[in-house]
């Protein structure tokens, strides 16, 4: 349901689109009523590799994808995500009060971007950093975010696991604005095939207060694949029967490069970490 | 230091331990007859309350309230948490389905009414997933969040919590009144004893309503279908390491 205001923006795009520019394009696009923001974490000079399967899932849909990319060194990260298919624009919030993908902060700049852009869709990775920032962002949108989606049916209609992935459910969004997290290993990902990089833009600034502040991190740095994003996984089960049989699961993984998983069972009884179920 | 109140948030769910079925309908998963217990997390979101109390004593942890959104059977869920150790109990009675964004609008309001300085949820309930509860409130009521927490340490009025992310830990801090989020490691929820589950039917349970509270519950999902996963193929005991590696390369594909 569209309120005045909007209408009257859209009737207003409307005259605009005759532009044959890619801005006026951009503007024509918008008409159509389509168009997602999706939300690059950076990670210092680099980003979340999980955007690029969230890049995938938003381009599913009709409309321009812009890219949202926040940090004390957005303007670098921005340069190489301009390169990716698909991104039609890049939002450019260089400032530190979003590194770390402060919730706070972060949600506020995508509220005000999701206004200023008029998105139908947001997406982010359900990653630790999507999980975290995302629910906050819908609550501020009176959205009812669809979390950890593996398919799209449409824009209103999406796939995801419930149960701990016991069941699969197909559900349908009536809210205007769809606020959405993406499971990274069902969306491959987007490529830098070398096309023309889209063009950036400055994000207005936001005024969030920092209402929490990270102080460090104790990133475990492991050559094994993280569990999610691996492309083969050496998964084990009770029949391991001790923390000393898992050993076996480590060494077969690191010899060719998976990620290992573990059953429900297996991480009850003890034998790994919970975090490789 | 000053003193705290502490609202921790409860669901009932289907136990852990159980087999979900899909119906035959294919709308939902069989709860009829099905074991329902505390939502894993939440256990350990009532456990850390107490164990705050136990560790900067009572005259700081001044209240630990539970509270609960469903239908009436929300309430064995509630009597649990008070017979661990919560002192009072809250139950938002409704038989309506409740999406987490009407969830955290609920939660609001009681916030607002019963102002807590802190209050703990549990990171995601294991039904639907959705791990979003405790940052919906905490965006509605522009509180700080740390969420995923695995350790959690007050000192006055500011929280430092140590946070699982991908790849590791890391530690924020964020003054109170803040909401966190729990995940299932290093504490272990205690049972409740027989003297202690006696002593919670004494305890204060209050039940108020949607309408009480002035939300008005609505769902902006409609659950089309529900399917039951891809069957996975049956496993084989395989002869050798050949037997394996052969396997692997040839069949499956992956090395």
New interface residues.
């Given amino acids: 349901m569209l309120n005045h205001a909007a209408r009257t923006l859209l009737a207003r795009r409307a005259v605009q689109a005759v532009q044959p520019t890619a801005l006026g394009r951009f503007y024509a696009a918008q008409r159509s009523g389509l168009s997602s923001l999706v939300y690059v974490e950076t990670k210092g000079s680099g980003f ?1 590799e999980g955007a690029l399967n969230a890049i995938t899932a938003a381009r599913a849909l009709s409309g321009p994808v812009t890219a949202v990319v926040a940090g004390s060194e957005a303007a670098a990260v921005a340069k190489a995500v301009a390169k990716i298919d698909g991104i039609d624009k890049v939002v450019v919030a260089q400032d530190a009060a979003y590194d ?1 993908a402060l ?2 902060t972060t ?1 506020a700049l995508l509220k005000a971007l999701q206004e200023k852009e008029g998105a139908t869709h947001v997406f982010a990775p ?4 999507g ?10 949108l ?7 989606i593996v398919g799209i049916e449409g824009e209103d ?1 999406f796939v995801r ?15 205007p604005i769809k606020v959405v997290t993406v499971r990274t290993a069902a969306f491959p990902a987007a490529a830098a095939s070398g096309a023309a990089a889209a063009p950036e833009e400055a994000a207005p600034a936001v005024k969030a207060e920092s ?10 740095k ?1 050559e094994r694949p ?1 569990l ?1 994003a691996a492309k ?1 996984v050496v998964s084990g089960g009770r029949a391991v029967k001790s923390a000393e049989g898992f050993k076996i699961i480590y060494e077969l993984a690191d010899k ?1 490069g ?1 990620g290992v998983g573990a059953s429900r069972a297996a991480v009850d009884a003890g034998y790994c970490d ?2 490789l179920q | 230091m000053s003193s705290l109140r502490i609202l921790v948030g409860v669901k009932r769910v ?1 136990d852990s331990a159980v ?2 079925r ?1 119906n035959s309908a294919q709308t939902g ?1 069989e709860t009829a007859n099905v074991k329902h217990s505390m939502n894993p997390f939440d256990e350990i979101a009532v456990e850390e309350a107490l164990r705050l109390r136990e560790k900067h004593g009572a005259d700081t942890v001044k209240e630990i309230v539970v509270l609960s959104c469903g239908p009436a059977k929300a309430q064995e869920t509630l009597r649990t948490a008070l017979a661990m150790g919560a002192d009072r109990s809250i139950h938002v009675k409704t038989d309506d389905a409740l ?3 009407s969830v ?1 609008k609920l939660l609001t309001k009681v916030v607002g009414a019963d102002k807590p300085d802190h209050v703990l949820l549990g990171k995601h309930a ?15 009521l ?7 927490a695995s350790k959690v340490d007050v000192n006055g009025r500011t929280l ?1 919590v140590v ?13 109170l009144p ?1 909401i966190v989020t729990t995940v ?2 290093l504490i272990e929820p205690r049972y409740a004893s027989l003297p202690n589950i006696m002593k919670a039917k004494k305890k204060p349970l209050t039940t108020v309503t949607p309408a009480d509270l002035g939300v008005e519950i609505r ?11 891809p069957k996975r193929q049956g496993g084989k005991v395989l002869a050798s390491v050949d037997e394996l590696l052969d396997k692997l390369r040839n069949e499956a594909k ?2």
């Fill in positions: 979340d770390h919730p706070e949600a359900h990653s630790a950093a999980k975290n920032v995302m629910p906050r962002l819908a609550a501020l009176d959205s009812q975010q669809i979390s950890d209609t696991p419930v149960y701990a992935g016991n069941a699969i459910a197909t559900v349908k969004s009536s809210d209402l929490s502040k990270w102080l460090k991190e104790d990133v475990v492991s993280d999610a083969r060719i998976a919970n975090s | 289907i087999k979900v899909v998963v999406e987490p964004l955290a294991i039904v639907d997933d959705a791990h979003q509860t405790g940052q919906m409130l905490a965006g509605l522009n509180w700080p969040q740390a969420t995923f430092e946070r699982e992310v991908d790849g590791g830990l890391e530690t924020v801090s964020a003054a803040a299932m490691r769902s902006r999902l409609q659950t089309l279908k529900v399917v039951e996963p992956v090395l």
